[in-house]
């Protein structure tokens, strides 16, 4: 059974400085983040660019954190290798990018890291079910994928419940991730809705409030929320 897990929070360093990725890195460490979260843009798949396997490997020196690797990128089975051997725990695919999504997972799986699997908000979820078996975090987006501090979209909450269902029936664990707009007042809907991995830019690095503080406030109130729908008020 692959029930939800106690939830975790990765900061992404997409909101972080780039000038200073060495102390957004230290500060999700104090904060006591989970993992941290890599977002790779190639101006293809997405319009933004950001950066590549170089990054990934100089966070990696950097810091012991998980390193979730999401890879926005086109044609990914480019360079899942270099992602690899940058020291990317967690790759995790797009199942709208090009090539035979499968055969990247199980690849992603040869090259000793754990394979996920993303979808945008205007794709069936059918796409990723032959998928779910295969991969060890599936990434619901609650925005559209290329740019941080965007607003949630309320109707990943019903996919994050579908995504769930579809996860409680597996003997194994997987991470049910839910990424983009999630704030102190989105978070307990997606953990409601049985999300368990909470991918935090603009919440955790936004201006002028510690990273610290903002992941201490996220998980006071991802820790006070219940799986499931919010029970009946008494009579
Ligand atoms: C968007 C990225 C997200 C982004 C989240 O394409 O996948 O990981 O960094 O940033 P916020 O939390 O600010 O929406
Ligand atoms: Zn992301």
Known sequence: MSAPRTPRIAPSLLSADFADLAGAIRAAEEGRADALHLDVMDGHFVPNISFGPAVVKAVRSRTRLPLDVHLMIAEPERYLESFAKAGGDTLVLHVESQGNITALVRRVRDLGAHPGIAISPDTPLERIAPLIPEVDEVIVMSVYPGFSGQSFLPQALVRLG??????????????????????????????????????????????????????????????????????????
């Open 162 to 235: 579908a995504v769930r269902k579809s996860l409680d029936r597996l003997a194994r664990s997987v991470d049910l991730s839910v990424d983009g707009g999630v704030t102190l007042e989105t978070a307990p809907g997606a953990r409601g809705a049985g999300a368990d991995f909470f991918v935090c830019g603009n919440s955790v690095y936004a201006k002028g409030q510690s990273p610290q503080e903002n992941l201490r406030a996220m998980r006071n109130v991802l820790d006070s929320t219940p799986v499931g729908p919010p029970s009946d008020p008494p009579h």
